[in-house]
């Protein structure tokens, strides 16, 4: 059977993979007629990608693979309180997180599956950690090492902003399929291992091996982030905010333990520095830097119900 589909995956001829979904279905006593359709189609979008590796953005998973992948490795972290403790200190934090950044970054029309993932926001009670990091589907996850770092409620939207350009760009499951490839289609599709998907999501889980976003990717989420926050209250630029807080602390340079998990997960910090510039001069934005105060920075309420809040 795997002869059969590898034949037709690297052929670019209709008709024939029209023929082998046929035998395919006649083969199996019809058990995979309801998915002839949907193996043409699959099959039709996969043959010019193919020879690069599934690179370019390809992704074999639906948005609804996306939910699932994103679910079981939630379900992972939440009973994971040594690795993850979840911060429980003070609810009104995560309370005011949620409704007054992270929901009003959803309310972008930019951002458009926000009615098929489960959007959620979630704090990791770790002094020592200073990251943030998305889940398929939809779920985000702040370190409080990183919410004490921060200054101003810009810096934040702009984190929050690029973690959900990285669930809506799908760069996890981009990854995925690069990595996995015809292998993971062929189960998938032809359902003959329906443990596939919890299976990588534990493999994704060991190691923070879901973190792991290409410069690419960065930059991607970077100006979706920029692209959001120009629909919210808060200052594009502030993707750039925690970067430039860094660099000023040297700790881009020296790379100490407290940054190390976020500088592994997030490369070239530096770099993107110039390349939000770039955009907010490309749209007339004054540029600002994370000392800034003024319109759409928000320092004092950040300090009032966040940062003091956690001490």
């Known amino acids: 059977m795997h002869s059969i589909f590898f034949s037709v995956i690297i052929s670019n001829d209709y008709d024939e993979i029209k023929s082998w979904s046929i035998i395919i279905t006649k083969k199996n006593n019809g058990r995979f007629m309801k998915f002839s359709k949907h193996i043409v189609t699959i099959l039709i979008i996969v043959c010019p990608f193919i020879y690069n590796s599934c690179d370019g953005g390809l992704n074999i998973f639906s948005k609804s693979d996306d939910v699932q992948l994103g679910l079981d490795i939630n379900t992972q972290i939440l009973n994971d309180p040594q690795q993850f403790p979840i911060y429980r200190t003070d609810l009104s934090v995560k309370a005011y997180i949620n409704s007054r950044i992270f929901q009003h970054i959803l309310a972008s029309p930019l951002i458009e599956s926000k009615d098929i993932y489960n959007y959620q926001i979630e704090i990791i009670d770790d002094d020592s950690v200073m990251n943030a990091f998305a889940l398929p589907g939809g779920y985000i996850y702040v370190y409080t090492g990183l919410l004490e770092y921060l200054n101003s409620e810009a810096a934040l939207a702009g984190i929050v902003g690029h973690e959900i350009a990285h669930a809506e760009l799908r760069h996890a499951t981009q990854r995925m399929t690069a990595q996995y490839g015809v292998s993971v289609l062929l189960n998938l599709i032809l359902g ?112 009032v119900n966040i940062k003091n809040k956690l001490r």
């Open 192 to 303: 003959e291992n329906p443990s596939q998907i919890a299976e990588i999501a534990s493999n994704l889980f060991v190691g923070f091996a879901f973190l792991a976003n290409s410069r690419s990717d960065e930059s991607e989420s970077d100006m979706e982030s920029f692209n959001y926050l120009k629909d919210t209250r808060y200052y594009p630029g502030g993707v750039k905010f925690f970067f430039e807080h860094l660099k000023a602390d040297n700790l881009v340079s020296q790379n100490p333990g407290k940054i190390e998990t976020f500088l592994s997960t997030h490369p070239n910090p530096l770099e993107r520095i110039s390349e939000i510039n770039n955009l907010l001069q490309q749209a007339n934005i004054e540029v600002r830097d994370f000392n800034s105060t003024g319109s759409g920075i928000y320092r004092d309420e950040y300090s």
